[in-house]
């Protein structure tokens, strides 16, 4: 065992002290390294379809605008649309502003789910929407009330049960004063039936405020959500009967290696 011992240590101080003084260019006891070559994956980046807004106005009413934010907030949101309404509105009655909401230096539409959230967080919405949707502002000759166009998703099967299940989840909402730009007031206890214009059905929700509601209704795929009873009747025989052909974009594929 000493002998073992004595020997196993004489190699080491020969591998690690003696060798290197002669030979200072060769790594001892080490492996040459193979020659391997680094394979990188190509990084694809997906192609995004961005839809481009299209009205839901059969043709322009009396004033157009563009809602931008910087962040999709209830807060900049508010912002952005009061501002819009002290921009355009000029106290003549009756007067129609049709607008867009979009976000961020580019402008992007903000889709209408993206919409619904940040207006009415407390609820979910479920129903298939279109991307699109179309805001309106309805001059009384005092004051502004805002107004919204959205429309079921094109390829919905069942309208009937898609409406019933935005209707449900629309009502169910605690958050619908956040629809106005201006304080409603106290909000009665239930939707009620009611026939703003012949052949359409309505459901509308009065607020303890003087002349003030929210009065919403169906022509076709398209619900119309107002809180002016007049802004909703001026603009429901402008809108469209059937949705509009999809025209979309498509961002180019790329490949980066």
């Known amino acids: 065992m000493g002998v073992v011992v004595f020997l196993a240590a004489a190699a080491a101080v020969a591998n ?7 030979l200072p260019d060769v790594e001892l006891n080490e492996p040459p390294a193979g020659a391997t070559e680094e394979i990188v994956e190509p990084e694809i980046t997906p192609t995004i379809p ?9 043709e322009p ?18 912002a952005a ?21 979009t976000q961020g230096l580019t402008g992007s539409p903000v889709t209408t789910d993206e919409f619904l959230a940040t207006l009415l967080p407390d609820v979910q919405f479920t129903t298939s929407m279109e991307e699109d949707f179309t805001g309106f502002m309805y001059d009384t000759g005092t004051e502004v009330r805002a107004g919204y166009i959205f429309a079921l998703d094109a390829e919905t099967a069942d309208l009937e049960a898609a409406k019933t299940l935005f209707e449900d989840t629309f009502e169910a909402s ?8 201006n304080d409603p007031g106290t909000p009665a206890v239930a939707f009620k039936e009611g026939a703003a ?13 003087p002349g003030t509601s929210i009065d919403y209704g169906w022509k ?4 119309v959500i107002s809180t002016s009873f007049d802004g909703f009747k001026k603009v429901l025989p402008k809108i469209m009967e059937a949705l509009p052909l999809a025209d979309t974009t498509e961002t180019a594929t790329t490949t980066e290696t």
């Open 16 to 22: 690690f002290f003696v060798l290197p003084i002669f």
């Open 50 to 58: 961005i839809f481009t807004h299209v009205s839901y106005f059969t």
């Open 61 to 78: 009413v009396d004033v157009s605008a563009e809602v931008n934010v910087n962040t999709l907030s209830l807060e900049s949101l508010n």
């Open 81 to 101: 649309l009061d501002q819009t309404a002290v921009n355009k509105a000029d106290g003549e009655t009756g007067v129609v502003t049709e607008f867009q909401v």
């Open 174 to 181: 605690t958050s619908l004063e956040n629809l106005f730009l």
């Open 197 to 209: 214009v012949t052949g359409i059905e309505t459901r509308w929700l009065s607020y303890s405020n």
């Open 220 to 223: 076709g795929p398209f619900v």
